[in-house]
Structures are given as structure tokens and as C-alpha cells.
């Protein structure tokens, strides 16, 4: 499997981006998806998930009611929209695939996930 994100870049605080993942390798809808982040020094975190038919939806408290997470499955494709950006948003994007388990379980832990991709920069200035 391969993940590929883009979407990140350089944003002013209040501003939006939208990234995606773009997937190939194996059946795309088969799986559900996630978003997480890692700032300098410190650990990758969660930021949101979706499960394989994108009904399912699941966020960290932190970008509840900001960010959306949504896939397009004829495109292979996850994105997460980010609105009302915050310096704290500051961050590596990593999208990460979980292929085990046939039940939604709020994958929310690295562990969780089975394949990730190369991580997207985004950054807020305030």
C-alpha cells in the first residue's frame, strides 16, 4: 500500500487548507482512514477517522467543530478540511490506513493503523 498526502503549506491563523491522501495499492473502500499530526518535539497525536463507507466519523477534541474529515472512494482518495486554523494546528500530517478488523472501533492510536504516508506540513502564523 501507498499513501501519498499533499495539501499542506503555509496559512495565516483563522485561514483553511484542505489536504489529501490519495491511496493505491489495495481496495481502497475496504478500509477505514485516518488523519494525525506530530509538531516538533512532540508525539503524533490523532486528529480524526472515517470509517470504510465514510458514515462513521470520529475527532480529536481539539479540531472538533473545525476540521472535517471525508473520502472519496472511486478516487482512492481521504481529505480533511481544516477551517479556523490556529498556530497550535502547526504540524506534520501523517495518513495512516488500518486494514485489520472488520468493525468500527474510533481507531484513534498509531497502533491501530497499518500503513501511513509521508506526512504533509502545514503552518499557522498567528
Known amino acids: 500500500v501507498q499513501l501519498q498526502a499533499s495539501g499542506g503549506g503555509l496559512v495565516q491563523a483563522g485561514g483553511s487548507l484542505r489536504l489529501s491522501c490519495a491511496a493505491s495499492g489495495r481496495t481502497f473502500s475496504n478500509y477505514d482512514m485516518g488523519w494525525f499530526r506530530q509538531a516538533p518535539g512532540k508525539e503524533r497525536e490523532f486528529v480524526a477517522a472515517?470509517?470504510?463507507?465514510?458514515?462513521?466519523?470520529y475527532y480529536a477534541d481539539s479540531v472538533k467543530g473545525r476540521f472535517t474529515i471525508s473520502r472519496d472512494n472511486a478516487k482512492n482518495t481521504v481529505y480533511l478540511q481544516m477551517n479556523s486554523l490556529k498556530p497550535e494546528d502547526t504540524a506534520a500530517y501523517y495518513c495512516?490506513?488500518?486494514?485489520?478488523?472488520?468493525?468500527?472501533?474510533?481507531?484513534?492510536?498509531?497502533?491501530?493503523?497499518?500503513?501511513w504516508g509521508q506526512g504533509t506540513q502545514v503552518t499557522v502564523s498567528s
Open positions: 495512516g490506513l488500518r486494514v485489520r478488523g472488520s468493525m468500527w472501533i474510533r481507531p484513534q492510536t498509531e497502533a491501530e493503523y497499518d500503513y
Open positions: 472515517i470509517s470504510r463507507s465514510g458514515v462513521r466519523l
